[in-house]
């Protein structure tokens, strides 16, 4: 079944530490998208791909970095300048143009610094 | 202020209706969405309209959207527990990056 995995599920984390969450899709989405997610702030979104080895800044990109070397995968690292890590982070992808731009979700990693 | 906004709860009865609304801002949104979250997962795609719709219905599901007062509802008809989850609606811009916008999300309580 065609879809979008990220691992790990739940991640902790000394402050100082950088981590890498995984994304994979087996969609064949171009698209592929980062969104933060707060208690009650909904989704902020950090980086997105429209295209391999191109990425765009979000809304709240600083202490984060992504790479897009491969289609199917986007990974997102949570480096030690961000201050404030702890959080719910959800992968997408989609098909950029589609007719509404229908997101596809991944399940999500959490995050917990400690 | 925000783009999309919600209110963050809604509290109903099994088998009453719930209606969730929101409220945009900017009036060349394209498309208008609700998402499901329910606990520790990702979000799924419920339903969308076209700015150029004032209605679809999808089963128990009905969406409304008004231009002129830039809001739009969704309505779950006869609410079951599995109705329970966080609903976030979303907005894409015509001219923009394509990119969807999200509210808060509303938290809905769905009790016996």
């Known amino acids: 079944d065609g879809g979008i995995t990220q691992s790990p599920k739940y991640l902790f984390r000394k402050e100082g530490q950088n981590v890498t969450l995984s994304c994979e899709q087996n969609?064949?989405?171009?698209?592929m998208y980062w969104y933060r997610q707060d208690p009650g702030q909904g989704l902020r979104l950090i980086y997105y791909?429209?295209?391999?080895?191109?990425?765009q800044k979000g809304d709240i990109a600083e202490g984060y970095s992504v790479s897009r070397e491969k289609k199917e995968s986007f990974p997102l690292t949570v480096t030690s300048a961000q201050k404030n890590p702890t959080a719910f982070y959800l992968c997408?992808?989609?098909?950029?143009?589609?007719?509404?731009?229908?997101?596809?979700f991944g399940a999500g990693s959490r995050l917990t610094v400690l | 202020g925000e783009d999309v906004e919600q209110s963050l709860f809604l509290s109903v009865r099994e088998g009453d209706s719930s209606v969730i609304n929101c409220t945009y801002t900017?009036?060349?949104?394209?498309?208008l969405y609700w998402y499901k979250q329910e606990p520790g997962a990702g979000l799924q795609l419920l339903t969308y309209?076209?700015?150029?719709?004032d209605m679809k219905q999808d089963q128990r599901l009905t969406v409304l959207l008004n231009k002129k007062d830039k809001h739009l509802s969704l309505r779950i008809a006869d609410t079951q527990t599995g109705d329970s989850a966080i609903y976030f609606c979303?907005?894409?811009?015509?001219?923009?990056?394509?990119?969807?916008?999200f509210g808060r999300g509303t938290s809905l309580i769905v009790h016996p």
């Open positions: 997408a992808s989609s098909i950029p143009g589609a007719w509404a731009n229908v997101l596809t």
């Open positions: 969609l064949n989405h171009d698209a």
């Open positions: 791909s429209q295209i391999v080895n191109d990425f």
């Open positions: 900017d009036s060349s949104s394209t498309y």
């Open positions: 979303a907005e894409i811009l015509s001219g923009g990056s394509y990119i969807p916008t």
């Open positions: 309209i076209f700015s150029n719709m």
